[in-house]
């Protein structure tokens, strides 16, 4: 089965710092690996994606994520919060070799607080 | 660009009544999903259409149908509504395939009193 894990409910940081909200996975096969933003009462917004390659991934808004095969991992950064940034992170991973291979499991979300 | 669109936006019904969400995905997107959003949690997958077929099933309760349309965009059938059914239901969209993104529309806020 595949699941995602992010094992912080709530990361707060000041402006101007760096940012890290973390993920792990577990799935069968090669994991694809999204990250999502949720402002309030608002759509889930794509940020980025790992299918393979680089493991350091850019996407918008300047955030990044490294994909570490070894500890299963996927944490998204960010080198200088904003105070925008704040809001809800989703992670997701699907798999090509399980049922459902194009739907996404998400993680429960992360809320990022920036701090002025 | 054009984007997800869901209708309503917001919906009040009873218990036992039964409603009707729509979705009209990016043009051109021949993928369209449904998750269900609780408060706190985090987006459940409740089914899944690719070129008007059903592609994928999740968590959807039997009380729920849904099917895509002609023209791609898709509805969500719920009947017998229970309070358990209060959420935010996400219609997403993409090109079927497990290496895109899907785009998610605002959602429908459902409450049952």
């Known amino acids: 089965a595949q699941s995602v894990a992010q094992p912080e409910d709530q990361v707060n940081v000041a402006e101007g710092n760096p940012l890290t909200v973390k993920c792990t996975y577990s799935?069968?096969?090669?994991?694809?690996l999204f990250w999502y933003v949720q402002y309030p009462n608002r759509g889930l917004q794509f940020l980025l994606k790992?299918?393979?390659?680089?493991?350091l991934v850019k996407g918008s808004y300047g955030f990044e994520a490294e994909f570490n095969k070894s500890q299963t991992s996927f944490h998204l950064k960010k080198p200088s919060a904003l105070v925008s940034d704040s809001a809800l992170y989703f992670c997701?991973?699907?798999?090509?070799?399980?049922?459902?291979?194009?739907?996404?499991?998400f993680g429960t979300g992360t809320r990022l607080t920036v701090i002025p | 660009a054009a984007g997800v669109i869901q209708s309503p936006r917001h919906l009040i019904k009873e218990k036992r009544e039964t409603a009707t969400l729509k979705c009209y995905p990016i043009?051109?997107?021949?993928?369209v999903y449904w998750y269900q959003q609780g408060p706190g949690q985090d987006p459940q997958f409740l089914i899944s259409?690719?070129?008007?077929?059903?592609?994928d099933k999740g968590s959807i309760p039997d009380r729920f149908s849904a099917q895509q349309f002609s023209d791609y965009h898709s509805e969500l059938n719920m009947s017998s509504l229970e309070l358990g059914d209060s959420a935010l239901y996400f219609c997403a969209s993409s090109l079927y395939s497990p290496l895109n993104e899907q785009f998610f529309g605002p959602g429908t806020r459902l409450t049952v009193l």
């Open positions: 790992y299918i393979t390659g680089d493991n």
């Open positions: 997701a991973v699907r798999s090509l070799y399980q049922t459902g291979a194009n739907n996404l499991f």
């Open positions: 799935v069968s096969g090669n994991p694809y």
């Open positions: 043009p051109r997107h021949d993928t």
């Open positions: 259409f690719y070129e008007k077929m059903q592609s």
